[in-house]
């Protein structure tokens, strides 16, 4: 029963901590820097590239939405889809939710593998 208890009060306390964060993001002043930045990461997200296979891309600056590729690491065009694939995350709160897969990009991971990835072409730029 005191497991119940404690798992519930650290259920609780994350709730609690999460309104706290929401509380302070409400209460804080957003500046001109801010409106800046995202306007600028606004208009780059909607200037999309055309890629070509073979073509070497990167995360365009405030665009990183994955863990891989890391920021600067270069990736590789693999395939350009006909018809893009929409994620199947189904939580509208992620930034996932729906997102279009138009490119499978390739990397190589720190083992040396070659792995492929579906991204959003429109968060990438030439290298």
């Given at each position: 029963?005191?497991?119940?208890?404690?798992?519930?009060?650290?259920?609780?306390?994350?709730?609690?901590?999460?309104?706290?964060?929401?509380?302070?993001?409400?209460?804080?002043?957003?500046?001109?820097?801010?409106?800046?930045?995202?306007?600028?990461?606004c208009?780059?997200?909607?200037?999309?590239?055309?890629?070509?296979?073979?073509?070497?891309?990167?995360?365009?600056?405030?665009?990183?939405?994955?863990?891989?590729?890391?920021?600067?690491?270069?990736?590789?065009?693999?395939?350009?889809?006909?018809?893009?694939?929409?994620?199947?995350?189904?939580?509208?709160?992620?930034?996932?939710?729906l997102?279009?897969?138009?490119?499978?990009?390739?990397?190589?991971?720190d083992?040396?593998?070659?792995?492929?990835?579906?991204?959003?072409?429109?968060?990438?730029?030439?290298?």
């Amino acid at each position: 029963m005191s497991e119940q208890k404690d798992v519930i009060g650290e259920i609780l306390n994350s709730l609690r901590v999460g309104d706290a964060n929401e509380e302070e993001a409400t209460e804080k002043q957003y500046d001109e820097e801010y409106i800046n930045l995202l306007q600028s990461a606004c208009k780059n997200f909607l200037e999309k590239e055309e890629f070509v296979v073979g073509q070497i891309v990167k995360w365009k600056d405030n665009l990183k939405n994955r863990r891989l590729p890391y920021q600067n690491q270069p990736a590789i065009v693999v395939s350009l889809l006909d018809e893009p694939v929409n994620s199947k995350e189904d939580e509208s709160g992620s930034p996932y939710f729906l997102e279009t897969l138009d490119i499978i990009l390739g990397i190589i991971v720190d083992d040396g593998t070659f792995l492929t990835f579906y991204y959003d072409s429109r968060r990438f730029e030439s290298y």
